[in-house]
């Protein structure tokens, strides 16, 4: 089991090549990746990288509210699944693939957001998938760009230190002096109505984070790296001046009049 990425670090896993190793030594593991919150934000190829399970759900890179999850089963999977002994009525996939319709959503079905996801596929489709990458690819590079600039305070960095490893849909900054985040956190909220997200896990209390996955633009991320620099200067926190700006001229290097 492996997540694609790890939302509370912002790191980024290979899972092409832990596939490939699964297919090279011949392991009869079920290989299951996480695709939360990865899904639509940059490339995942379930079939290609032998993957054989995967979950995702909807309020991330497919911009629908919270409330659906999926499983995707591969052919190995849904044929070890007949013999799985942990089999409950919720998880069966046996009785979601037969004949009777509302079984399929283990109960009534969520109509709202299955109307609220066509849309967002129906978005995703238009702007074409391989767009869709680029532009989470060119807004993580505008939130790493600013976080480099205010790394060189001493007081922030980023919580991934390999960029190969930092993921294009979410940024973990952490506050290298154990410093607590809440107070920018607060500051960014209440004056400017931007809602960071906190740290998480092991990182609770000691980072924050700032999504740049779904319906997102060069505005929109201009305006949350705008209130962060602002908190840092209002809270008197260390950090290297002009993040903003250096976002600002990537984004117009990348993209040309």
């Not at 990746?33 to 899904?39: G, R």
């Not at 490893?165 to 985040?181: E, F, K, W």
Request: net charge negative; proline share 5%.
């Amino acid at each position: 089991m492996v997540v694609q990425v790890d939302t509370s670090t912002s790191v980024v896993n290979d899972v092409a090549a832990i596939g490939q190793v699964i297919e090279e030594v011949g392991h009869r593991a079920l290989y299951m990746v996480d695709t939360i919150a990865s899904l639509a934000t940059m490339p995942f190829e379930m079939d290609a990288w032998g993957v054989d399970v995967t979950v995702s759900a909807a309020q991330k890179g497919l911009m629908t509210p919270p409330g659906l999850s999926f499983v995707a089963a591969g052919p190995k999977a849904i044929a070890a699944h007949p013999g799985a002994d942990l089999r409950t009525s919720y998880w069966d996939w046996t009785g979601r693939e037969g004949p009777l319709h509302y079984q399929k959503y283990c109960g009534t079905p969520p109509e709202h957001l299955l109307f609220g996801l066509r849309k967002a596929l129906d978005l995703l489709f238009e702007e074409g998938l391989e767009n869709v990458f680029e532009r989470h690819r060119i807004l993580a590079e505008a939130v790493r760009q600013a976080v480099s600039v205010w790394s060189q305070g001493g007081t922030l960095d980023f919580s991934v230190t390999d960029p190969e490893a930092r993921a294009n849909s979410v940024t973990t900054i952490v506050m290298t002096d154990g410093t607590d985040p809440r107070p920018l956190l607060d500051y960014c909220d209440t004056r400017w109505g931007v809602v960071l997200g906190v740290g998480i896990g092991a990182l609770s209390e000691r980072a924050f984070r700032i999504a740049h996955m779904g319906h997102v633009n060069a505005p929109m991320i201009l305006g949350t790296l705008a209130a962060v620099e602002a908190g840092l200067i209002a809270l008197d926190i260390p950090h290297g001046k002009g993040g903003v700006q250096a976002t600002m001229e990537l984004i117009a290097e990348t993209v040309p009049a």
